[in-house]
């Protein structure tokens, strides 16, 4: 039998990935919410990934509970995810996850999914059972600008989602000036989180082909309101001027 892999977090993502981890031939452990990490982790002490599947929200709480024979073991797959969200926690495979799963539906790929660490080969091949491409990422830099690019796309389509609605094919052809200036504005934000500077040029074309992965993807979700608050305060920890996204912010007051 191949070595096992525990998931924390059993929603739809975690769904995918079990899947595929499953046709791969590994057993799969979940740990469902109110459930003891530690109890857990005295039963399957040393599995092969600790496939972290909780929401962005649940993240830091759920990390700080991680217990000690798992913390180099983790596999992280949330939205908004920088280094800075694993200190702690060594070398974690990390996937910047491309495809969309709705309740009822089957995913939805929008560009091949990046992927990096210890596990990188583990992840790619149990998505590749189920047709979800990915790409294996070279070095950690690498990683860097592709969880910076995520969060350009997620940041940027929601908060001025706010403003004009509709989706991303929308937003880039006929309010791309605003898409522009809320993009410069997160990027502002992800190089003062993360202590990189980035090729803006490069980010928004990327930005761009991913639109055209998935152009009817709607802008604005329930978290917009939440990302752009978030957003604000993370620039106002490092004094940044952020008028678009503070203009954006009293429109919905």
């Known amino acids: ?47 092969q990934l600790v496939l972290i599947a909780v929401g962005e929200a649940d993240l830091t709480a759920t ?45 939805r790929v929008i560009i091949p999914s990046p992927v990096y660490g210890p596990q990188a080969i583990l992840l790619a091949d149990a998505l590749a059972t189920l047709q979800i491409p990915t790409r294996i990422l070279a070095d950690a830099d690498a990683l860097v600008f592709e969880l910076v690019l995520k969060n350009l796309y997620i940041l940027t389509t929601n908060i001025a989602g706010l403003r004009t609605g509709g989706t991303v094919a929308t937003l880039w052809s006929r309010h791309r000036d605003l898409a522009e200036s809320v993009g ?20 928004f074309a990327a930005m761009a082909l991913a639109f055209e992965g998935d152009p009817e993807h709607a802008c604005m979700g329930r978290s917009a309101p939440a990302r752009l608050a978030r957003a604000i305060r993370n620039g106002e920890a490092y004094g940044l001027d952020l008028p678009v996204l503070r203009a954006i912010a009293a429109e919905q007051s």
């Open 63 to 107: 990390l700080a509970a991680i217990p000690p024979d798992w913390r180099g073991r983790l596999g992280l797959l949330q939205n908004e995810l920088l280094p800075r969200d694993w200190a702690g926690c060594p070398d974690p495979t990390v996937i910047s996850v491309w495809f969309e799963k709705k309740p009822g539906r089957v995913h």
């Open 184 to 203: 410069h504005e997160v990027i502002d934000i992800q190089e003062a989180l993360t202590g990189h500077r980035f090729d803006r040029q490069t980010l």
């Open 1 to 47: 039998m191949k070595h096992p892999v525990v998931l924390v977090g059993v929603g739809e993502m975690g769904g995918v990935f079990a899947r595929g981890i499953l046709k791969l031939g590994h057993p799969v452990f979940p740990v469902i919410r109110g459930s003891s990490l530690a109890a857990a982790a005295a039963q399957i002490p040393a599995p």
